[in-house]
C-alpha cells in the first residue's frame, strides 16, 4: 500500500532550467512533508520541507509546493545546476501513531544536462 | 568527521550465515533507527532506538536483533541469512525521539548480497 508515491522515476533536465519533481500521497492525515536529496554510495540528506499549515517553503534554489486538497507536493529547483543530479525521496509524517513515523516514495532520479 | 558511519559499506555472504552491520553516530542525538531499501527503491523502517530503549519494531523476522550498547551505537545482527535479506540498509539518526520536524541523519548505507 503506497501512501507516498512519486510517479516519474527519472527526469532529465537542461543545466539553467527548472526541474519540477511531483510527489502524491493518499493519506490525508499526513501534516509534515521532507524532500531528501540522495547521491550514489551516499545516504539520504535533508533538503527542505513543509508543513502542512502552508502551501510554500523556499530555500535558495529549492522551492516545495503542497495543494492539500490534491495531496500532491512538488519540489521546484531554479536553476538546476550539475551537482543537482541526484534521487530525490519525497517522505511524509503524520500523528497516525506516537511515533511520527516516515513515510518514503521510491525516489525520483533527476539527470542534469550540461 | 563523518557524523553517521556504518560498517561495513559492502558486505557479500552466504545463505544461512549470521552478520552483522554496525553504525556510530557523533552527533549527540538521542535517536537512531535501522531503513531498509528494497528493491524497489522504498525506505522501509525496521527499528527505532531511543537513549538505548526500543521504540519502533516494525514487521521485521526476528532473525534481524538490533542492540545498542550506547546512545551513539546501533548495531544490527543479522541470523541465518536468506536471499530476500538482500538489500541496502541504511543507519540514521535524529536529535529527538518524535516530532513532525525531526530530521534524519543517515548512514552512507550498507549493500547486503546473500548468495
Known amino acids: 500500500d503506497q501512501q507516498v508515491k512519486q510517479n516519474s522515476p527519472s527526469l532529465s533536465v537542461q543545466e539553467g532550467r527548472i526541474s519540477i519533481l511531483n510527489c502524491d500521497y493518499t493519506?490525508?492525515?499526513?501534516?509534515?512533508f521532507l524532500w531528501y536529496k540522495k547521491y550514489p554510495a551516499e545516504g539520504p540528506t535533508f533538503l527542505i520541507s513543509?508543513?502542512?499549515i502552508k502551501d510554500k517553503n523556499e530555500d535558495g534554489r529549492f522551492t516545495v509546493f503542497l495543494n492539500k486538497s490534491a495531496k500532491h507536493l512538488s519540489l521546484h529547483i531554479v536553476p538546476s545546476q550539475p551537482g543537482d543530479s541526484a534521487v530525490y525521496f519525497c517522505?511524509?509524517?503524520?500523528?497516525?501513531?506516537?511515533?511520527?513515523?516516515?513515510?518514503w516514495g521510491a525516489g525520483t532520479k533527476l539527470i542534469i544536462k550540461p | 568527521d563523518t557524523a553517521v558511519s556504518q560498517t561495513p559499506k559492502y558486505l557479500v555472504t552466504q545463505m544461512g550465515n549470521d552478520k552483522s552491520i554496525k553504525c556510530e553516530q557523533n552527533?549527540?542525538?538521542?535517536?537512531m533507527y535501522w531503513y531498509k531499501q528494497d528493491s524497489k527503491k522504498f525506505l522501509k523502517i525496521m527499528f527505532s532506538?531511543?537513549?538505548?530503549?526500543?521504540?519502533i519494531n516494525e514487521t521485521v523476522p526476528n532473525r534481524f536483533s538490533p542492540k545498542s550498547p550506547d546512545k551513539a551505537h546501533l548495531n544490527l545482527h543479522i541470523n541465518s541469512l536468506e536471499l530476500g535479506d538482500s538489500a541496502v540498509y541504511f543507519c540514521?539518526?535524529?536529535?529527538?525521539?518524535?516530532?513532525?520536524?525531526?530530521?534524519?541523519?543517515f548512514g552512507s548505507g550498507t549493500q547486503l548480497s546473500v548468495l
Open positions: 552527533l549527540g542525538h538521542d535517536t
Open positions: 517522505a511524509a509524517k503524520g500523528n497516525m501513531d506516537s511515533n511520527y513515523q516516515l513515510i
Open positions: 493519506n490525508s492525515m499526513f501534516d509534515y
Open positions: 513543509i508543513s502542512s
Open positions: 540514521a539518526s535524529s536529535q529527538a525521539r518524535t516530532g513532525r520536524k525531526e530530521k534524519l541523519f
Open positions: 532506538y531511543n537513549n538505548k530503549e526500543l521504540i
